[in-house]
């Protein structure tokens, strides 16, 4: 169904058929439920804690030993917090929070998989990507200049990246 077709089905119906559709969406759909719990209570502070702690808990597991170090943890929490329209601040936040942790983590320990490493520089070439659409890179500037320059201090093996991303835009 195209959305013309949808908008002209929407319009046929009066306000209590409207209004049974999206209730019976609200009690089918979780994703729907999601939503509109958000719509009416934005509780943004409950949702980037919820979320620090997942991501956290990647690196520093609360249960189990071994840390599994997993980036499509925070990637399903950033795109779930577009898709509900939560503030871009709060999103670049949780992106930079993400290589932050993986950051103080491969510097309490050794970390041998090239693939960490390239999967922090995809999570940070995004985040720099996001910023700058959204125009808000100068306000986390201080941040992202602080994870390029761990990376030279820990002397990770694509160092060299992060550095050519940031000095694009430093001035």
């Known amino acids: 169904m195209s959305k013309r077709d949808l908008k002209k089905y929407l319009h046929e119906l009066n306000k209590e058929q409207l209004e049974e559709q999206i209730i019976e969406l609200y009690n089918k759909f979780s994703d729907v439920k999601v939503y509109y719990d ?7 502070d409950k949702l980037i804690r919820e979320a620090k702690f997942k991501i956290s808990n990647e690196y520093y597991p609360v249960k189990g030993k071994r840390a599994k170090m997993r980036r499509s943890v925070a990637q399903k929490f950033i795109k779930h917090f577009i898709i509900l329209g939560v503030d871009v601040f709060i999103i670049a936040d949780i992106m930079l929070y993400n290589i932050e942790i993986a950051q103080t983590f491969s510097a309490e320990k050794t970390i041998k998989q090239e693939l960490f490493f390239k999967s922090m520089l995809s999570s940070f070439q995004q985040a720099i990507s996001f910023m700058m659409g959204h ?37």
Not at 38 to 44: A, G
Request: hydrophobic share 40%; charged share 25%; aromatic share 18%.
């Open 38 to 44: 958000f719509v009416f209570n934005p509780n943004e």
């Open 135 to 171: 125009g808000i890179l100068s306000e986390f500037q201080s941040r992202v200049v602080a994870i390029k320059d761990e990376t030279i201090c820990q002397n990770w093996l694509n160092q060299y990246e992060f550095n050519a991303i940031v000095e694009r835009f430093e001035y």
